[in-house]
């Protein structure tokens, strides 16, 4: 069995290889059951618990701990771990820090979203939020795009610095904005990766042609943009199944009439399929949307990468 810190998954999962084997592997068989939750403290601290296989060839068990109270500690209030296992025998092939693992694979779809949604001469990015999103979301779009301009916007100027001098680092130029509409005027890619609760994209600031990625309301009562953005826009997401559960503005839109479960166009996979059963941007001036909330195939495809090449079998056995 082997084991993978955080540095090891960043090393082996490079964005533009990352995005690719999302690309290939969501049009696999991956099964996958609704995720477990357990509240151990019976406080606010709670463990999910969510897997997903391949029949014959691997299974992957992402165990995730979210106690809000380390926020007060310093300490990181959502962490993972990620165990895979042989379908062939039973037996523990790995160990893969979980944390990078989410963040890598979570921004790397959000990416392929964007990659087959916006339009193809996107030059401006702009990511809204500082959190341990924005760097990693940054990344995986200058991996598919030839950016000219990248905007990080957050409430506090300081916090987006903080990500704009992380981005030197990594050899791309950035600005911070604490100004959203101008913000979002300015931009062809939007990335919004917050926990906000309540709405902050207005719908009437986002211009034609856009192409929104809205990642960080995962639960149903998160939302980044207005629900009544949703009936302007051509809408696709990450899993039917997952985002109709548990997607933010996509619920609020559907409670309140704004759009029906029609209006959700398709998943990722779906763009994917040769030849496509829907089309994605129809013109220009559409505006598009990619609503992601994560599901357990997103990791087991990464791991899967991640694997492959080491000294076990991930081959389907007769």
């Not at 533009?16 to 357990?38: H, M």
Request: glycine share 6%.
């Amino acid at each position: 069995m082997q084991f993978f810190d955080k540095d090891a998954v960043a090393r082996r999962l490079p964005y533009p290889a990352l995005i690719q084997a999302l690309a290939t592997g969501l049009l696999e068989p991956i099964e996958s059951p609704a995720r477990s939750f357990f509240n151990p403290n019976h406080d606010a601290s709670s463990v999910l618990i969510m897997p997903a296989w391949l029949p014959h060839r691997l299974m992957g068990t992402k165990i995730v701990s979210i106690w809000p109270a380390n926020n007060a500690r310093g300490k990181p209030a959502v962490s993972a771990v990620y165990v895979v296992t042989s379908c062939a025998d039973g037996s523990p092939v790995a160990v893969i820090d979980g944390t990078e693992l989410t963040l890598r694979r979570t921004a790397a779809a959000a990416a392929l979203g964007a990659q087959l949604l916006a339009r193809a001469n996107s030059k401006k990015l702009a990511v809204l939020g500082t959190g341990a999103l924005s760097l990693p979301m940054v990344l995986a779009h200058h991996s598919v795009f030839n950016l000219s301009e990248t905007i990080i916007w957050g409430r506090q100027l300081a916090k987006a610095q903080v990500v704009v001098d992380q981005l030197a680092q990594a050899g791309i130029t950035a600005r911070a904005s604490t100004d959203l509409p101008g913000t979002l005027a300015s931009a062809d890619v939007v990335v919004a990766v917050t926990t906000a609760t309540q709405p902050f994209i207005q719908s009437d600031w986002v211009k034609p042609g856009t192409h929104l990625g809205l990642i960080g309301a995962f639960t149903p009562n998160m939302a980044e943009a207005e629900p009544t953005l949703l009936p302007k826009v051509r809408l696709f997401v990450d899993s039917r199944e997952a985002v109709l559960q548990k997607g933010g503005e996509v619920l609020q839109a559907l409670r309140t009439g704004l759009i029906t479960e029609s209006d959700v166009r398709g998943e990722l996979a779906d763009l994917l399929t040769t030849p496509a059963p829907i089309t994605g941007r129809l013109s220009a001036q559409d505006i598009t949307v990619f609503k992601s909330v994560g599901f357990a195939a997103l990791d087991l495809i990464a791991a899967q990468h991640l694997l492959a090449g080491q000294a076990i079998s991930l081959e389907q056995t007769p």
